[in-house]
């Protein structure tokens, strides 16, 4: 018998057959009856007629043995009764037809009533083992019958059947092989046959490709139904490999002695490949459910505990997995909303509605209360039983507090535009008003009902304004784009002008369906615009005829100057030169006094003098034109110290330069006056008793250039940093540091006649640092 390993139970059974056969109809057996019974009489009257024809012969010997051969025949073909039946027809033929007297049913004789006794015997014995003989051949008949059925019963079902089926004597050699045991290994079984089953049948590890023990070889040894590792794979003949599945079990005889081995096994790969499916789809799962953007989790219907739980939900709650898989969902929710909650949610579990959903609060485990939008679908099984919750959490604090703020901002906005006095509305593609505000409604003198849903020409007092405002909208409608215009509305002699900004409004799309406006009523500033116009031009009048005034007066006074300036010029000179023969020619006539009091007058002279040159410079700088070209300022430099060289080598000052120092746009003469003051000034304010010191170098700034001349002489404190810059203002005594006060005067009135500016900064070094910034040369 074949044993499934899995089962233990046979691999096949034999059709089932009944141990009684249906009834007969009545008619049928009466036929039978007489075909047997028949047979008794036929075969005892052959052997009668038989036993007459040998009479002659035999005489009275052995009355009784030629009908044993009818009642065998009768055994034989009619059974044990029609046997019976024969044996009595027969004794009966024997004694009437044979033994004397013949034609009579008497035996006088001993020995004839011995025969007849013995014939009876002989007969009952021989009819039932004739009987016995036949129904013992009928029976091997018919199990050979059945064994032929059940083998061909067996083969059809073993070659029909898809798993795998192969067969070994007890020496581990293939004996049978179905065709798909064929098709799984790649032999034919004609090949196969006779083989040992390692052969045919290799099988290794899915993960490590080692060789697996022949199951067969396992069954042998141990004599019990045995199974393969889970992830074998069967390599093929052809090299193919298949996932499978088998199981091997004894063929055991009658007497327990293994005749063999089944092997059964089944191609998995398509349960291989929906394994690895699932396990994709349960990784895919995984990974959707933790990187999810919301809280997620899996929950217990009954206690309302997480299962499972997400990493956005420990986000959202603050809590970690661990500390959310010893909670319930109702522990996070506020203490108000936990009770309503619960009752909704067994509610869904009981199937009274489709999903519990909720907009509740939860409470964070720091503290905070937080909005969570939460829904959750029951999961069940196919007989419709809840079998648990799959939770989705959204924290919709934000959004709350967004549309909080955004109610509070409409509230605001709504109060806003009824405090207003601005016109403020939107229209529909039809013109048709949507929205007034207050201000809106109180010019076209009608309720928020009557306004919303009609257009301005409904309401305007002369027609030709409602045409015009219809117009704009119109074009806003048309272009797209924002209009700012002017809109008259009211009756005549009573005309308001209003200042329209009006915007398209949009849809998601960007299709304009609308437009939203603001008027204000701007009747009263137009007039009075008008009339600061009217002023504005009055003024402007008497600013003109001021400036003229004022040119000519400046330009009579800068005159006025240079010609006192040019004309003291002269006295002065002839006061020094008188001064200087007088010392020169008489001084031994001279006293000390008269001596001193004339060097008092040269020094005057040359003060007298100096200031007025520097006044002419200033003036000239005011009132020349001057012609800006481009400059190298290294040339305009290297000028300068050659022109002060003498003064430099006076005072034993020192001048570093970082050179290039670059190009500008400038006045070479002018600029030279500035360099000029600059760097005297920095070797003149110098501390006493130590060398004066100038550095000169520039900073490119874009498109100018600043040129710095730094000294580290007593600095300008930074309140007077301003004023150093004004005609005659000086900072310390004539005796201490000589000087007319109007360089640097002349250092920002040059600057500024060349598009540039001047300053002073405190040096960190000590000292200060002058500069002056220049428009630079393009391309140097």
């Known amino acids: ?92 033929s024997s004694t009437f037809f044979v033994l004397h007297p013949k034609f009579e049913f008497v035996l006088p004789s001993v020995m004839g009533q011995v025969q007849l006794v013995l014939f009876l015997c002989t007969g009952m014995g021989l009819s039932y083992l004739t009987d016995s003989l036949h129904r013992a051949r009928i029976r091997a008949e018919a199990a050979e019958q059945k064994a032929q059925a059940s083998e061909e019963w067996l083969r059809v079902t073993l ?4 798993d795998g089926v192969i067969a070994t004597d007890e020496s581990g050699r293939v004996a049978f092989m179905n065709p798909s045991a064929e098709k799984l290994t790649g032999w034919d079984a004609e090949d196969a046959i006779d083989r040992p089953l390692g052969d045919v049948f290799r099988v290794v590890g899915e993960a490590d490709r080692e060789s697996m023990e022949d199951p067969v070889t ?19 003949r052809d090299e193919k490999e298949y996932p499978i599945s088998n199981s091997g079990a004894p063929i055991l005889d009658d007497t327990g002695r293994i005749r063999g081995v089944v092997l059964v096994f089944q191609d998995g790969t398509a349960e291989h490949e929906a394994a690895q ?38 986000e959202i709650t603050g809590c970690t997995a661990d500390e959310l898989a010893r909670m319930t969902f109702s522990e996070l929710t506020h203490p108000d909303n936990r009770a309503a909650d619960w009752r909704r949610f067994q509610a869904a579990v009981r199937g009274e509605c489709p999903m519990f959903e909720s907009d509740t609060r939860y409470v964070r485990k720091d503290g905070r209360e937080i909005q969570v939008r939460v829904t959750a679908t029951i999961v069940r099984n196919a007989q419709g039983e809840p079998l648990r919750a799959l939770f989705v959490f959204h924290d919709v604090t934000e959004r709350a507090e967004a549309e909080q703020a955004l109610r509070h901002g409409k509230a605001l906005l709504r109060a806003v535009t009824d405090a207003t006095s601005d016109l403020i509305y939107a229209k529909d593609l039809a013109g048709r008003l949507t929205l007034a505000n207050p201000a809106t409604l109180r010019v076209l003198g009608r309720t928020e009902e009557e306004a919303i849903g009609h257009r301005d020409t409904d309401f305007a007092p002369q027609p030709a304004q409602g045409r015009h405002i219809a117009a704009l909208d119109r074009r806003v409608f048309t272009t797209g784009q924002e209009i700012r215009a002017e809109e008259e509305f009211g009756p005549p002699g009573a005309v308001r002008t209003y200042s329209t900004i009006k915007t398209p409004l949009r849809n998601e799309s960007g299709a304009v369906v609308g437009l939203v406006g603001v008027s204000r009523d701007v009747t009263d500033q137009k007039h009075a615009e008008e009339e600061v116009r009217r002023l504005n031009a009055e003024l402007e009048l008497r600013v003109d005829e001021r400036t003229r005034a004022l040119s000519d ?23 020094h030169s008188l001064a200087d023969a007088l010392v020169e020619d008489h001084a031994e006539e001279l006293s000390p006094d008269a001596r001193g009091y004339t060097q008092r007058i040269v020094s005057a002279a040359v003060r007298m003098d100096d200031l007025i040159k520097d006044l002419l410079a200033y003036a000239r700088l005011a009132r020349e034109a001057i012609r800006l070209d481009p400059l190298d300022l290294d040339a305009v430099l290297t000028d300068v110290l050659g022109q002060m060289r003498p003064e430099i080598r006076e005072r034993g000052a020192e001048v570093r330069v970082a050179w290039p120092l670059g190009r500008v746009i400038a006045h070479r003469t002018t600029l030279g006056q500035v360099v000029t003051n600059l760097l005297g000034n920095a070797i003149k304010f110098a501390e006493a008793g130590k060398t004066p010191v100038a550095y000169v170098r520039s900073e490119d700034r874009g498109d100018r250039v600043r040129l710095w001349v730094e000294d580290r002489g007593i600095g300008v404190e930074p309140e007077h940093r301003e004023r150093i810059f004004r005609v005659f203002e000086r900072l310390h005594a004539q005796e201490a540091y000589p000087g007319t006060g109007i360089g640097l005067a002349i250092v920002r009135k040059g600057a500024e006649r060349m598009g540039g500016s001047c300053g002073v900064e405190a040096n960190p070094g000590g000292g200060s640092r002058f500069w002056v910034e220049l428009p630079k040369q393009e391309n140097a």
Request: net charge positive; proline share 6%; charged share 20%.
């Open 277 to 314: 499916r699932l396990a994709a789809s349960e990784e895919e799962f995984r990974e959707a459910f933790e990187r999810a953007g919301v809280g997620e989790a899996q929950v217990e219907l009954s206690t309302g505990r997480f299962l499972r739980v997400n990493h956005m939900l420990s």
């Open 159 to 162: 070659r029909s059947i898809g």
């Open 553 to 575: 007066a400046n330009a009579e006074l800068e005159a006025f100057s240079y010609t006192i300036a040019h004309d003291l010029r002269a006295p002065v000179r002839n006061m």
């Open 218 to 236: 396992r069954v042998l040894r141990d004599g019990s139904v045995v199974g393969l590792a889970n992830h074998t794979v069967l390599l093929a």
């Open 1 to 92: 018998m074949w044993y499934d390993a899995r089962t233990s139970a046979p691999v096949w059974s034999p059709p089932a057959t009944t141990s009684a056969s249906p009834k007969p109809p009545p008619e049928r057996t009466g036929k039978r009856l007489f075909a047997r019974y028949g047979v008794a009489v036929a075969a005892v009257a052959v052997v009668t007629a038989i036993r007459l024809a040998l009479d002659p012969v035999l005489g009275e010997q052995s009355p009784f043995l030629l009908f044993t051969l009818a009642v065998m025949a009768a055994a034989w073909y009619g059974g044990l009764r029609a046997a019976l039946f024969a044996v009595v027809l027969a004794a009966l």
